[in-house]
């Protein structure tokens, strides 16, 4: 069955961190621009180096056509590596924020507090 190799466990793992989020953690990072402006400069840097990676002319990462959907956006990425790119990279974040290392007041006043 197409899809399955790859796409089914991409798919879970992103469905698996948002449930984790809004059901358990609910740390708001969905509401946070930080998040979305993180997740765009992981884009901006997944993009080239994931287009070099899996470009059809010259790949150097095959995918067997079996286990992906076959859409592929740009540069021949599967989309694929988007979506687990995603659920990766929010699962960091979201264990980050629990941690409460994310959270950490970085005004001048709490800094000389942590000094002394």
Known sequence: ???????????????AV???????LRTGLFRRPAYW????????????VDGWLTNLNAPIVLYDADHITGLRFPWDIPVEDFVFGSALVTA???LWERSGRGRRDH?????????R
Request: hydrophobic fraction near 60%; charge should be negative; proline fraction near 7%.
């Open 1 to 15: 069955m197409s899809g399955i190799g790859y796409t089914l466990p991409a798919v879970v793992a992103l469905v």
């Open 107 to 115: 005004s001048p006043e709490r800094r000389r507090d942590e000094v």
């Open 37 to 48: 402006i993180s997740m765009v400069i992981v884009l901006g840097f997944q993009i080239p």
């Open 18 to 24: 948002v449930v984790l989020e809004l059901a358990w």
């Open 92 to 94: 960091v974040l979201l």
